[in-house]
């Protein structure tokens, strides 16, 4: 069958157009597929009101495989049906449907999911992006970004990529964490100049050849083991600072005969002053 488009007035000339698909919002009633194609059961009200649960029909993800994500239970999705003389046929789902980002970890369906659109059933939440900490826990209007659901993002600003980990405070989504955050941040200055940041509590650097071994891939068990027993790197500017002293000692030093001892006491003393511990890097570790 072949189905002509009308705009304005204006007849389309596409020819090619065999279906119209069909969009509703549906419940997410079961997101285990035993054959991992990424398979929902989703439940459209009116449309499977008289179809138990076990029997819905699956519907297909409409997203690439390239990219990840699974609904969860109780979440709503849109579902494209190509045919509603055969409903049950053929399903493709989009989603998770996420009216605001302080929902990203859970929007559910009978409750905010839909806020923003014709069948909401709440006023939309309190808007953060205008906010000190709204501006940089959430992406801004020009940015590109992928979010996670649980505190972690990728964006990708003027000259900026940002990778981040435990951006929001524990105890208030809408807050930023300005104690501990982990993140990378990549960026071009004014002046062309190429900066990368990297800024965590604990850092590690792993090479898999280095003289201690650890497993390739490590789990939050091997991360432990890891900064236990790895080197700390060193602080260059204080380790260079001793060396000179060592150095001055060597060079400089002054024996009041032969079998005698140094007698240049500032030196000795400087020496003996020397801390190795302040050294070595508290939490930058390498293998």
């Not at 493709?92 to 990203?104: E, T």
């Not at 905010?112 to 953060?128: D, V």
């Not at 002293?245 to 030093?253: A, E, K, P, Y």
Request: proline residues 5%.
């Amino acid at each position: 069958m072949k189905h002509e488009i009308v705009v304005n007035g204006v007849r389309s000339n596409n020819k090619n157009i065999n279906n119209v698909l069909n969009i509703y919002y549906g419940i997410v009633i079961d997101n285990e597929d035993s054959d991992d194609l990424m398979r929902l059961k989703v439940r459209i009200d009116g449309l499977d009101n008289d179809i138990d649960d076990k029997d819905l029909p699956y519907s297909l993800p409409l997203i690439p495989k390239f990219f990840h994500i699974i609904p969860k239970l109780g979440e709503a999705v849109r579902v494209l049906i190509a045919d509603l003389k055969r409903p049950l046929d053929l399903r493709i789902w989009v989603g998770s449907v996420i009216s605001q980002p302080q929902l990203l970890e859970y929007d559910p369906y009978f409750y905010s999911a839909l806020t923003g659109s014709s069948h909401q059933t709440l006023q939309p939440l309190k808007s953060t992006k205008n906010t000190v900490d709204g501006k940089e826990l959430y992406p801004q209007k020009e940015d590109v970004a992928i979010l996670g659901r649980y505190n972690t993002d990728i964006i990708q600003r003027r000259n900026e990529v940002l990778i981040r980990c435990g951006i929001r405070d524990k105890t208030n989504k809408l807050k930023l964490n300005r104690k501990n955050p982990s993140y990378l941040k990549m960026f071009y200055n004014q002046d062309d100049i190429a900066t990368t940041m990297l800024v965590s509590e604990r850092i590690g650097i792993m090479t898999h050849n280095g003289v201690k071994k650890f497993n390739p891939i490590l789990t939050n068990d091997d991360v432990n083991k890891f900064f236990n027993e790895a080197h700390a790197l060193p602080k260059g500017d204080i380790l260079v600072k001793a060396l000179n002293v060592i150095r001055d000692v060597i060079i400089d030093h002054v024996h009041g005969g032969a079998n005698t001892p140094a007698n240049n006491s500032n030196l000795l003393k400087r020496l003996k002053d020397l801390n190795f511990e302040n050294i070595l890097s508290e939490n930058i570790k390498i293998n």
